[in-house]
Structure formats: structure tokens, C-alpha cells
């Protein structure tokens, strides 16, 4: 129990371009979906925090307008890079609580983001 | 000072050996204490999540926390090649997770 997917697994775009990254929980129903991203030999930055039906919560420093995270349902988070730079180039992660349990958080496989 | 402090390692140990990992926080108010294990350019998996002083066992697994020092331990036992990976402490205030920066676990067989 308690999977996360996420798609694509890894993309490449060039700059400027738009991508959409999705977050699936398969087996539970997440009432919050959390965004990471990780850059090499570095910890999980949490980027936003999202509920179910309601805006995201940003974290300090992250743009909410290049990154754009819509949680329409209680299985599935999107998060859309907007006119992605280089700098954007990141692993990407997201993660999900299950609404029914504890405080456990279930992380996704991750993307990774290659901006060229 | 970072909220999380975690030795980044690399820590290499023989096939079998016991293992030590630890991290060391200083917001008294984290209520939920997790390690997670994580391989290369794949998410993090849970392996053990406390949220009381006291030991945690779960199989080769036992998690270790300290309130009071403010100190938290994972051990493991028999430690394999595939333990290999890096493994991050994570502390959990309301639903927000802080991470340590993870410790890159290396087991030779």
C-alpha cells in the first residue's frame, strides 16, 4: 500500500518552455500532496504544500508563478514549471499524506528536469 | 544553524557489520521523527517513523530517539550490499517535514 507515481520520470525541454509534472496516489486518498526538489548531493527542499481543492502554500523563496501546483483531486497533483530556465534543471519529488492515517508522508519516484 | 544537522558521509562498512546513522535537531518542537532510505535518482522510501523517546524495531532496523538531547539514531544490523544508498533523518512539525542532509551509506561485500 501507500504508492505514489509520478510521470514523466524524467524530461528534457528547452528554455522557455512549459512542463507539467503529475503525482499520483494509487492506493489511498491524499488530502495533501507535498512538492521536493533536490539538487545533486543535496536534502529534499520542500517548495509548497498542497490541499486538496485549495491554493497551494509556497515557501519562502519559491515563486508561486513559475511554479504552479494545482491539486484538483485527492489522488492527483500537478506541478508546472513556466517558462523553465536552466537554473530550473532539478530532481523533482513529490510526496502524499494519507488523509485516513498518521503523519507519514509517501514520496513519488521523482522527475528529473533537464533544461537546456 | 540548520534545524537538521546529519553527517553527509561517505560511511563504508563491511558486509555484516552494524550501523550506525545519526542526526542531531534543534527545534525542541518536532513532534514526528523518520528515516527514510533513498538509491540514486529514486524518491525516498519510509523505513521507520517515530513520534516517542525510546527505541523503534523493525526487523535488521532500530530507530533510536532521544528528546532530551535532541538526538536520533538508525541502526542497522547485518548491513547488506544492498543497504547501500544514502539515508535521510526527516522531523515532521504539524505536516511540514525538515531534512537532513542525508548520510551516503556504502556496504562492501
Known amino acids: 500500500g501507500a504508492v505514489v507515481s509520478q510521470h514523466p520520470s524524467w524530461v528534457i525541454c528547452k528554455s522557455g518552455t512549459s512542463v507539467k509534472i503529475e503525482c499520483r496516489s494509487l492506493d489511498f486518498q491524499a488530502t495533501t500532496m507535498f512538492w521536493y526538489r533536490q539538487f545533486p548531493k543535496q536534502s529534499l527542499m520542500l517548495m509548497a504544500t498542497s490541499n486538496e481543492g485549495s491554493k497551494a502554500t509556497y515557501e519562502q523563496g519559491v515563486e508561486k508563478d513559475k511554479f504552479l501546483i494545482n491539486h484538483a483531486s485527492l489522488t492527483l497533483s500537478t506541478l508546472t514549471v513556466t517558462s523553465a530556465h536552466p537554473e530550473d534543471s532539478s530532481f523533482y519529488i513529490c510526496s502524499a499524506r494519507d488523509g485516513q492515517g498518521g503523519n507519514e508522508q509517501f514520496f513519488g519516484p521523482g522527475t528529473r528536469l533537464t533544461v537546456l | 544553524q540548520k534545524e537538521v544537522e546529519q553527517d553527509p558521509g561517505p560511511l563504508s562498512v563491511p558486509e555484516g557489520a552494524i550501523v550506525s546513522l545519526n542526526c542531531t535537531y534543534s527545534n525542541s518542537a518536532f513532534q514526528y521523527f523518520m528515516w527514510y532510505r533513498q538509491y540514486s535518482r529514486k524518491g525516498p522510501e519510509l523505513l521507520m517513523y517515530?513520534?516517542?523517546?525510546g527505541n523503534k524495531e523493525d526487523g535488521r532496523f532500530t530507530a533510536q530517539v532521544d528528546k532530551s538531547s535532541k538526538y536520533i539514531s538508525l541502526f542497522i544490523r547485518d548491513s547488506q550490499p544492498s543497504d547501500s544508498a544514502t539515508y535521510l533523518c526527516?522531523?515532521?512539525?504539524?505536516?511540514?517535514?525538515?531534512f537532513g542532509t542525508g548520510t551516503r551509506l556504502l556496504v562492501s561485500p
Open positions: 526527516a522531523m515532521s512539525l504539524f505536516q511540514k517535514l525538515v
Open positions: 517515530t513520534y516517542s523517546s
